[in-house]
């Protein structure tokens, strides 16, 4: 096909919103408005570029017959349909040259037809609504252009009635995976063209509105709501029968109602009857406000333990389904979440119908992000160009519009990482004379000049206690200063979910509680964006051989890509706990505080359990009085003893979201001192045919390395500092703490060289001195084990001694070696059952625990150091017939198994890669170091480093079976 090449704009270059369609408005899922759902099996055709085929195909009688299928939700280059995914994080993947796009535009035409359904009632009129389709559209219905769109992930409708025919009706679209409206979607994600939402008709009968706003606020000094639904372009009742509402639409009705709140998210189910349509309500009686610098709602300060929200599927993609956005959900509640930022674009919309059933707040972010302009130092940023502000213009009203009618929604976010600008703005005046009864977020401007809050991302701890404390750096502009000084604070991104960590998140949340100006924050991210790939397992950038990508920085969420919990929810949701119980004033009592925002405490029932090394004791309920939000009190099982005593508040009754004994909170306590390991000094050394025998140890004479214990083989015992780095180990270019996992390789700590200095057998125990140190630098370790034995126990102390400028914290410090590949039942008492590092341990639980080692291992998408299990008195490695090696430590230590050594799983780089060998290897570690969040933000807080210091820990060896 000839083209030829003009000066004129096509339409998906200019900077226009779209043309040919109608105002926005509200989203509902359902009214009496019979609706036709145009999802299902599309036909597809691809073409390489946006031109290469003219648009005869929207003409009804084309024939497709040779095209392919692809599945409407959806996006094509999931589907086999021609293209693959990308990922790039900041950076444009085409020439920055706004608003053009590359001539190479991945081109979908997609074609369906459909017949209207019998017994459409006569008259009105008829809409075809796209809830959204990346990046832009063109569409025709029976051969008829009705216009065109952009804005991905929100709403276009356009009225269709005069153009529906009885018979076959012929819908065509044509999809450009680049438009212009991508330079105003740079969000760090995958780029996923394709119609990846619902496709629906809509009947709007005469006499049906046009649109409807629902003012549902509580005044918490006299527990009244006040209700107003303002219906336009029709005569309308509000009916509530529960409150025996009956009122003409805009009229205010002000009566006691149980207010809404993301902990008691209590809907009043109402209906908007107009002569033309019956539109079912939820309505949730809520009242936001910033007074005294703090956000309030219904009076009351609130805490965001919240999160950040893409929407992903892995093999989906962006086009998620109604059980896939429940589920994340009800997994947000079940770990104590209580809030989500829409990042960065508005949700699927019945997502939001789900957050106020289930009690969630939500920042509703907006479709914006011009990121990439940052590395050009923001020249031509859209955000500051008027000629894109009619663009920005529409994106804003498109979601507030359709968004409008959530209690879960109180914040408005304008969109992320933008820069600052004009376009801005204008965004924030138009929401201000909207929707004046919800407060407004931007965190990409410091100056704070178009928002209600200070919002930031990735602060250090010690930034968030100065701003805490109102003071921070001052900002230029004294009155902008002390505008912004005078306002809430919130963190709308913090904690790094990137692989191994969030580490830190304790630290946050005291700050939090400390000071009220502190309001919480979201977690980066809710899940790892990783597509199901049938070689790699789950795939990132890079995987799909894009020429320009950022590589698994996709994958930082907190859940794995298939929804399984990774060990940073796990953490979390301890770290939030809305309940805190922990060790009272005196031996087995217990403080209980109540955390929650609004609630008592009526809804839990708290339970005491009392162990003694693992078993179980006894067991009961624990009265505990009822107690308003921020009030605590102490109390006492009735039982006594020594041991562990832990108490767990759960659920009194089923709730949508957990059933009956699901654990909000817990916290233990040990009274009395846990039992120290005995002795095993006392037998002397026996030097024997090439070995040395020390009680139940047989050693290497020459090397001094101990070959046997017992009947088990045990294979290249010695000092081992080296981790394969985490993500948050490597960190990230622009943060400024050094990063540790770099410096550890350049040190060469993977590849240490252990020099013997002198194998001595005495008395009463083989004493072997080495130096371990790397090539190429003079830095090193003087580490002397010293083996000692008493009956079938076999006692080991380990000295090191850092030789040189250590500047570096140690990856972890410790002992590893190998027992052949049957010793792979794990049993332990300590820290479980997940894994734990010094700065995500506050979910580890002591107990007796049992895991297989393949058990042990956290799948983190792009392999890295996890396992580790913290607070160890106690392991024990045994094959199925009860054999084995059981190591007690003279101070609890970490403990770590595989059956791939630390160098295997550093050069891993998707799950497959890790291979089992014949051995499982066994770390036990007298410390590790921290995580962290640096893969984006702040390293490790200096009392979770690991620096090289003297140090000297044991542990007491013996045979099992
Ligand atoms: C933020 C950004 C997010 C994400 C995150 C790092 O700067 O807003 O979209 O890129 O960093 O994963």
Redesign the pocket.
Known sequence: MSRTVTDATPWYEDMSPGSGGLAPRSWYAASDAPRVSLNGDWAFRLSPDADAEDASFAQPGFDASAWRAVEVPGHWVLQGAGGAPAYT??VYPFPVDPPRVPSENPTGDHLRTFTLPAGLPEGGESVLRFDGVESCARVWLNGQELGDFKGSRLPHEFAVGDLLRAGENVLALRVHAWSSGSYLED???WWLPGIFRDVTLLHRPQGAPRDFFVHAGYDHRDGCGTLRVECDGAEGRVLLPELGIDAPAGEPVTLPVEPWTAETPRLYDAELVTPGERIPLRIGFRTVVVEDGVIKVNGRRLLFRGV?RHEFHPETGRAVDARTMRRDLVLMKQHNINAVRT??YPPHPAFLDLCDELGLWVIDECDL?T?GFVDLEWRNNPVDDERWTPALLDRAERMVERDKNHASVIIWSLG??CGSGRGLTAMAAWIRGRDPERLLHY?GDLSCEDVDLYSR??PTHAEVELIGRRAEEPWADAELDARRRAMPFIM??YA?A?GNGPGGLSEYQRLFERYERCQGGFV??WIDHGFAHPEHVFAYGGDFGEELHDGN?VC?GLLFPDRTPSPGLVEYKKVIEPVRIGPGSSAGAFTVTNGYDFTGLGHLDFVWSHEVEGVLVDSGALAVPELAPGASAEVVPDAAGDGLWTVRAVLAEDTVWAGRGHVVAWGQAEVGAPAAPAPATGARPVRGEGVIALGPGVFDAATGAPVRLGDVAVEGLRLDVWRAPTDNDNGAPWQPDERYGLRWRELGLHRMRHRLDAVEAAEDALTVRTRVAPAGWDLGLRTTYRWTAAGDRLGLTVSVVPEGDWRVPLPRLGIRFGLPAAFGGARWFGGGPGEAYPDTRAAAMLGLWERDVDALQTPYVRPQENGARADVRWAELTDGSGAGLRAEGGAPFWFTARRWTSEQLDAAEHLPDQVAGEHVWVNLDHAVQGIGSQ??GPGVLPEHRLDAAPAEFSFVFSALG
């Open positions: 994080n900041v969000q760090d994600q950040n990042s960065h992000e990121h992320n990482e965190e991302m990735y709308c991104e790094h990137m980066w991210e920085f930082d893969s984006c």
